[in-house]
């Protein structure tokens, strides 16, 4: 029979080899979202809850926007042959932005539409948590129907629903304060793209108000600047006009001296004895009069400049001009409930599959081969998936009554598995234990030896889990085996199970006849050999399983695995710990048991490949592989 197995599975040694090669496919991610779909859809679902409180809670707010344009241009009276104007560097444009958002654009706009005073303005847009609150309260009564009444109001009064207390009365420096910290935070001042274009927006909770808002921000930013060139033109014509008086009285003063030496002495240049190298303390008629036309010269030159700013002072002319203005919006810019719902739903999953993963990363349960190959160094020899939700320990006959179910199928690839194990000899004698006796161990021994029997194979059950004995409680019955004395030789105490094609050797017997001693053991399996003479009086047994005591009945009942062909260990998908298992495969091996491999019950995501294997005994050759 190994034979034939060997000869018909030539991909097994192909697959031992990329054992370690394998990577996360699609059935592993799926799986993955399989098992964790409770906690992603909890997180998914908390995230649109919350989404839906902050849209239910949250008042809509409008955002009304005005444009004005920068034309920076050069004084009329520096201006020849026309209108020039001037190109701004960046560093312009955004010093003409911060203007426009300065406390003082701010102060002249509250001032004039008297926000101070104004409730709505001066509500914040996002309201406190427990005034959110009290917002469902209201939804949720309006929804119920239900009427006000005192009972209910003092019961939303003591969760701190009921009715907002008035706030203390504030200063009027702290509510102009806080009407500047609403206006500067509901204000937005943006350059449109490259060029001298500014957009001014502002949202409000009032359209008309953001509106009037934004119109008043932008009308207060060209008046602003008309003031600031007529306040320069003032304070230059003041400064102008107190340099004119100065060089008047100079201009006056050294054209009356000129006059005042022309009159005393003649008007012949170098007359007379110049007195040697001695130096004539008083200038000369020349010198006088070429003062006098400068002095009159720079006067001239003052008056005109006065008289321009003088011009500019009578006609001022802004560098900016609004160029759209803003109107009441029609639809509110916030909140989005799609977007909201959208955003939430987006963070939900990312949220959910970070919390998955979290607990996937610290969970140290067997969930898949690849765990128990990269923890274990052994092979998986199956994957069993869960049989009825009813029984916990398992079906015992789910092979019998559901041939062609994923179980069966999967169960006879694990038999095919454990027949390719790598052993000096064929597996005849083969045992299974667990870790704790709340596993399918005695549901597994039961099935896998009714699926050698109805290969045509004799099959032995022997029962050695004495301290639980599943397999002669279920399969024999109390009644069969309670009063009867143990005869010798043990082979005369094997019993026909109930309804099955096998024979079972009770655990009575086994514990009677110390059968978990490794020499008596190994002397009763030697009775059963088919070369033994002794043995066909009652026929000889092509495969002997044993149920093994668990890792929880203490290791040295164990050591009795040391003389069977090979133990699989059974574990459970999600339940069992990677270090106890660890620590029951090491008290195999330190009994020098062959450990076939690990066999995985109640697995609820199998791998790809092993789901191949079992589609393929499905479809084809499965009456065969039976």
Known sequence: MNRFFASQWPLTTNQQANAGQEFIGLSDITGFLRHYA????????????????YNSTTDPVFTASA?????????????????VNLSLDTAQVESQIAVMQSEKIASMVID?????????????????LQERFRKIKDIMVQALGVQKSPWLNTLWGHLGLGAPESSAKLTDYQRSRLSMLIFRNGLDVRRVGVSYAIDISFTSADPEGAAKIANATADAFVHEQIDTKADAAKEGGAWLEKRLQQLRTQMNEATAR??????????????????GDSVNPEPTLEELEVTADTYRKMYESFLQAYTNSVSQQSYPVADARVITAATAPLSPS?????????????????????????????????????HIRENLGIECVGELPPTSKRREFGNVDEVTRRPWSRY?????????????????????????????????????VSNLATLYSMSGLKTLVIDADVRRSTITTRLLGRSDILGKDCQD?????????????????????????????????????SDLRVDNPAACELGAYDVVIVDLPTLESGPDDLIVGSVLDGVVVVAEWGKTHVDTLRELVRALQASRTQVLGVLLTKARAMTSKHRRVVARHGSFGGRQSV
């Not at 859809?41 to 989404?51: G, K, P, Q």
């Not at 987006?346 to 993963?357: C, E, M, N, R």
């Not at 969970?363 to 690849?370: A, E, H, K, N, V």
């Open 489 to 525: 030789p043990v082979r005369y105490n094997i019993i026909r199970a109930l309804g099955r094609r096998f024979d079972v050797l009770s655990s009575s017997v086994v514990d009677a006849k110390n059968l978990l001693v490794p020499g008596n053991m190994q002397a009763f399996l």
């Open 258 to 275: 000129s006059q005042e030496f022309r009159s005393r002495h003649d008007y012949s240049v170098g007359s007379g004895d110049s007195g």
């Open 112 to 128: 004039q539409l008297k926000l101070i005073e104004d409730s709505n303005f001066n509500r914040p847009q996002a309201p406190i």
């Open 334 to 370: 916030a909140p989005k409930p799609k977007l909201v719902l959208a955003f939430a739903a987006v963070a939900g999953l990312i949220l959910g599959i970070g919390v998955s993963f979290a607990r996937h990363s610290f969970d140290w349960t067997i969930r898949s081969p690849r």
């Open 408 to 444: 069966s199928q999967s169960l006879r690839k694990a038999r095919t598995e454990i027949s390719l194990a790598e052993t000096t000899h064929p597996v005849r004698f083969l045992g299974l234990t667990a870790v704790s006796n709340n596993s399918q161990k005695s549901s597994v």
């Open 67 to 83: 444009q004005i344009l920068i034309e920076p241009k050069l004084p009329q009276h520096l201006q020849e042959g026309g209108e």
């Open 38 to 53: 409770g906690t992603i859809s909890a997180c998914l679902a908390a995230a649109l809850l919350v989404a839906w409180f």
